[in-house]
């Protein structure tokens, strides 16, 4: 009885220790493995628990834990790691270094955080999505990536920066775009000086929180950009090129052919002759006639071979049978001049690498972007130099530099709907005129002293003793021209 008494008592002191282990005092150091350097400010936890400190300025720390306990060791950048205590009182430690994922870590205004501790609403983009599209303006990447965020690309423009909505629309009179963050520092510049090669990670504030660290030049959202540096490893080469084509993402609109312009017109002519002294009947023959009044006063080109101008449309609306073939079939499409299939070509070589005390990141890239549309060209030379010193683990300095040589040629207005667009000239032209001159009567192209062919500016011509109409649409003005 007495042995069995001993058996349960040693039992319970066992467990006892188990379920109430002793708090000891534990010290101890963290360092880089590796370079050895001490590591401040990582975040040591027992596991388990709410208990937790964090290192000194010389990595050193201090703690009170189980002696059976676990403690937890984290910092950004590196590897987190368990370390069992197992009732010692030093405990000293080394961190490896992490290629922690964008997922994991965010800018914020200064410096970065892990995205778990971060309560506003904030999306990135890396690197590796950035390389992965063709883009020429690294804004332009964030089409599609980002939530929430809406990006219009629809100038095809090489190179041009798109327009960013992160917020809305919150004033009529000023500017919804928003606040551009580079390497800390506001960039009012133009974005396609910025070789998206060159570039970390695109990190998007969305929500109020971008107010309260960036103040009102944050009430539209912010975007921050943070540029490569060298990392402290080995020397690092890369050199890429890469090769895309590029084209109109949306078709044309489907529209009228000559055939069906000129019945439409005429129908839209008789029905602004129709007056109370003017029935129907009279106003369908004056449409049809060759005054003042009629369908071909109105257009100025007849197209149609063999076809009287008095003979084109009937007094019932209807184009006459016999007009089965143009003059200038083959010159009414008003897209083909300006199109073009769009190449891009981009070249990068850059080298980085660091020691304990600097790390440093150099590039040198090119760039030609030739539009969809002709005449639209972008060309950039780019160089980048980010290098960081640290000779004391209490200073730590460093320059970043960017200098680009940008090449463009490209519409002189931004507007949708001036004559200079030549999607919008060709859009809003009728399909009976030609983009260049040609006989009026054998449908034959009038060339120039060179044996080239001519614009037709849609002016009066006399021709053969006869004086044929100016183009009433667009006259004297040439989109393509």
């Not at 058996?7 to 220790?17: D, P, Q, R, W, Y």
């Not at 937890?72 to 405990?91: H, M, Q």
């Not at 540096?229 to 052919?257: H, M, N, W």
């Amino acid at each position: 009885m007495k042995r069995f008494s001993l058996v349960i008592a040693a039992l319970l002191f066992v467990a006892g220790n188990v379920l109430f282990a002793q708090n000891i005092r534990i010290s101890g150091s963290v360092t880089e493995l590796g370079s050895g350097a001490p590591l401040p400010f990582v975040s040591i936890q027992v596991k388990g628990t709410t208990t937790g400190t964090s290192t000194m300025d010389n990595g050193s720390f201090v703690i009170n834990a189980p002696s059976n306990g676990t403690l937890i060791f984290s910092f950004i950048g590196y590897k987190t790691i368990e370390v069992p205590v197992e009732n010692r009182s030093v405990i000293n430690v080394q961190l490896e270094m992490d290629a922690v994922s964008l997922e994991e870590v965010v800018m914020v205004a200064y410096g970065t955080a892990k995205r778990s501790s971060v309560t506003g609403s904030i999306t990135s983009i890396g690197s590796a999505s950035i390389e992965k599209r063709p883009v020429t303006n690294a804004l332009a990447a964030l089409s599609g990536a980002a939530p929430g965020v809406q990006v219009n690309t629809s100038y095809g423009q090489p190179g041009a920066d798109p327009t960013i909505r992160i917020r809305g629309f919150g004033s009529i009179n000023y500017s919804s775009a928003p606040l551009i963050v580079l390497d800390g520092s506001p960039y009012n510049g133009v974005m396609a000086n910025i070789n998206p090669a060159d570039i970390e990670s695109i990190s998007i504030l969305k929500d109020a929180a971008s107010t309260a660290l960036f103040g009102s030049r944050g009430s539209n959202g912010v975007v921050m950009i943070t540029t490569k540096k060298g990392r402290k490893e080995r020397l690092s080469i890369s050199a890429t090129v890469t090769q895309g084509f590029s084209g109109r993402g949306l078709p044309e609109y489907e529209r009228v052919d000559a055939f069906q312009y000129y019945p439409v017109m005429w129908e839209s002519l008789r029905n602004s002759l129709i007056t109370t002294a003017r029935p129907i009947g009279e106003a369908s023959i004056l449409a049809s006639g060759s005054t003042a009044n009629g369908i071909i006063a109105q257009l100025g080109y007849n197209p149609f071979r063999g076809i009287a101008d008095d003979k084109i449309v009937g007094v019932d609306g209807k184009l006459n049978p016999s007009a089965t073939s143009l003059l200038w079939g083959d010159d009414v499409d008003w897209y083909s001049p300006v199109e073009q299939l769009g190449n891009r070509t981009e070249a990068m070589v850059s080298a980085s690498g660091g020691s304990e005390n600097a790390d440093y990141y150099l590039s040198v890239g090119y760039t030609t972007d030739h539009g969809w549309i002709k005449k639209t060209n972008y060309d950039r030379v780019s160089a980048r130099a980010n290098l960081n010193f640290t000779p004391k683990k209490w200073i730590t300095f460093g320059v970043n530099i960017n200098t680009s040589h940008n090449t463009s040629t490209s519409a002189n207005t931004d507007s949708s709907t001036g004559y200079a667009n030549p999607i919008y000239f060709a859009r809003t032209m009728g399909p009976i005129y030609p983009v260049y001159q040609h006989d009026r009567v054998t449908g034959d192209y009038i060339l120039d002293d060179q044996g080239q062919k001519q614009w037709d500016l849609g002016a009066q011509v006399v021709q053969g003793g006869v004086t044929y109409r100016a183009r009433t649409q667009n006259n004297g003005r040439h989109g393509i021209a």
